[in-house]
T-cell receptor, first 112, second 114 residues
Framework: DAEITQSPRHKITETGRQVTLACHQTWNHNNMFWYRQDLGHGLRLIHYSYGVQDTNKGEVSDGYSVSRSNTEDLPLTLESAASSQTSVYFC???????????FGEGSRLTVL | AQSVTQLDSQVPVFEEAPVELRCNYSSSVSVYLFWYVQYPNQGLQLLLKYLSGSTLVKGINGFEAEFNKSQTSFHLRKPSVHISDTAEYFCAGKTQGGSEKLVFGKGTKLTVNP
């Protein structure tokens, strides 16, 4: 079965360190998205990609970057982690037309 | 603005009671509408979707939703809830204008009590 996997599932890091969260999908979807989920804010879009070499900023992109070198992967990098980036991060993918999203299980990041 | 509004942030109900979780969407959101469920410490999974056709849509776990274009609503219902339905529920709609993005409501926490 096709799926979308995230790693690591849990990570603790220190302020100022670079962190990369991996996302891999086997749906062969063109569209991939990164969200963060925080209490009281719901899901907020960080970055998204509509295909290889395409990346776009979402509503909360400051301090984050992504790159898309193939269809399957969209890693999310925090260049210099801050305590405000402590959150649960979800990767998702979708095909064209309807926009139905398929989500990973999430990565819980704690920045101390 | 393109938006989806979930009118209740928390809904407590007793087991076997009916429940309705309300969702309204703005006119700038397309009529591709979705409900997702998130169980504790898990990702979001699709509960049901409306793409076209019959306005009553049935999903998994006995849930259904009714698309109402005149009221721009897409409310989620279940006639009899179980303890296991305790979760957070998100309404979402595809944005208009060629975007491939979904816009999400802020979620409704459903708590089913014995």
């Amino acid at each position: 079965d096709a799926e979308i996997t995230q790693s690591p599932r849990h990570k603790i890091t220190e302020t100022g360190r670079q962190v990369t969260l991996a996302c891999h999908q086997t749906w062969n979807h063109n569209n991939m998205f990164w969200y963060r989920q925080d209490l009281g804010h719901g899901l907020r879009l960080i970055h998204y990609s509509y295909g290889v070499q395409d990346t776009n900023k979402g509503e909360v992109s400051d301090g984050y970057s992504v790159s898309r070198s193939n269809t399957e992967d969209l890693p999310l990098t925090l260049e210099s982690a801050a305590s405000s980036q402590t959150s649960v991060y979800f990767c998702a993918s979708s095909g064209r037309v309807y926009g139905e999203l398929f989500f990973g299980e999430g990565s819980r990041l704690t920045v101390l | 603005a393109q938006s989806v509004t979930q009118l209740d942030s928390q809904v407590p109900v007793f087991e076997e009671a009916p429940v309705e979780l309300r969702c309204n969407y703005s006119s700038s959101v397309s009529v591709y509408l979705f409900w997702y469920v998130q169980y504790p410490n898990q990702g979001l999974q699709l509960l049901l979707k409306y793409l076209s056709g019959s306005t009553l849509v049935k999903g998994i776990n006995g849930f259904e939703a009714e698309f109402n274009k005149s009221q721009t609503s897409f409310h989620l219902r279940k006639p009899s809830v179980h303890i296991s339905d305790t979760a957070e529920y998100f309404c979402a709609g595809k944005t208009q204008g060629g975007s491939e993005k979904l816009v999400f409501g802020k979620g409704t926490k459903l708590t089913v009590n014995p």
